[in-house]
């Protein structure tokens, strides 16, 4: 997976892909840790790590990051 600026990323995980979809789809961290049986902390790590290993500031990035890679 490569991030905003080309370079090459390590991959995200299954669980990782799933936050992101929801987020992408508009979900709140709330909204993730309910349908997905977590704390809401832990949604928080996933995301702090997605931002992280895509090169991403925020969610909104995120989002746009997945409707552009087909993720949602």
Do not use: C, F
Not at 31 to 54: D, M
């Amino acid at each position: 997976m490569l991030d905003r600026s080309g370079g090459q990323r390590e991959p995200l995980t299954v669980r990782e892909v799933e936050v992101l979809r929801l987020v992408a789809g508009g979900a709140t961290n709330k909204e993730i840790a309910e349908r997905l049986y977590l704390s809401e902390g832990t949604v928080k790590n996933h995301i702090s790590r997605i931002l992280g290993r895509l090169g991403l500031r925020d969610r909104t990035q995120a989002a746009l990051y997945a409707q552009s890679h087909g993720l949602v």
